[in-house]
């Protein structure tokens, strides 16, 4: 079964830190990929997508990500995160039928001011 | 501009009891979702429609029940609710279906 790997559950910065989050996936065929942010008490949102052309796109808040196909990751990353960057965070990939998305398990954020 | 509207927000329901998650979107999209959310296991797809009159299983359908009732509304229904489906249920809905899902503020249901 197509699953997607999130390799950190809680995340803790200081602000001005950098952020890496990592994403793995498992089906190695054509995909979209995209990363959803959820603030506390909120809905999710998105934070940037892929579909194809440059591996390397930019989101809201500064945020980025990679799409690297030889290892079927997306990992995003922010040089240098805020309090209000305080959220949890999911990878997201569509399923091999293209009909819908299998999200990753999350990654929680915590930012220290 | 609405979006994907979900109702009820919270819901606290016994063992047993049935009741019905409405979703409507007024962005005129063709695929609608589900998903429940639980600590730790991220969001799950409950079902999808990927047009109107078509529904489809996800990865979690088993207890629910869903009806496209036509292009703007999806319902999800619980016949029969059980302490396993204490979770917070989102609906989505995109145009194409690879396309970016937008999600509704969601409905916390505890069952008791």
Known sequence: AQSVSQHNHHVILSEAASLELGCNYSYGGTVNLFWYVQYPGQHLQLLLKYFSGDPLVKGIKGFEAEFIKSKFSFNLRKPSVQWSDTAEYFCAVTNQAGTALIFGKGTTLSVSS | ?112
């Not at chain 2, 359908?61 to 999800?76: A, D, H, I, Q, W």
């Open chain 2, 1 to 112: 501009n609405a979006g994907v509207t979900q109702t009820p927000k919270f819901q606290v329901l016994k063992t047993g009891q049935s009741m019905t998650l409405q979703c409507a979107q007024d962005m005129n999209h063709n695929s609608m979702y589900w998903y429940r959310q639980d600590p730790g296991m991220g969001l799950r797809l409950i079902y999808y429609s990927a047009s109107e009159g078509t529904t489809d299983k996800g990865e979690v359908p088993n207890g629910y029940n869903v009806s496209r009732l036509n292009k703007r509304e999806f319902s999800l229904r619980l016949e029969s609710a059980a302490p396993s489906q204490t979770s917070v249920y989102f609906c989505a809905s995109n145009l194409d279906r690879s396309d970016i899902q937008y999600f509704g503020a969601g409905t916390r249901l505890s069952v008791l």
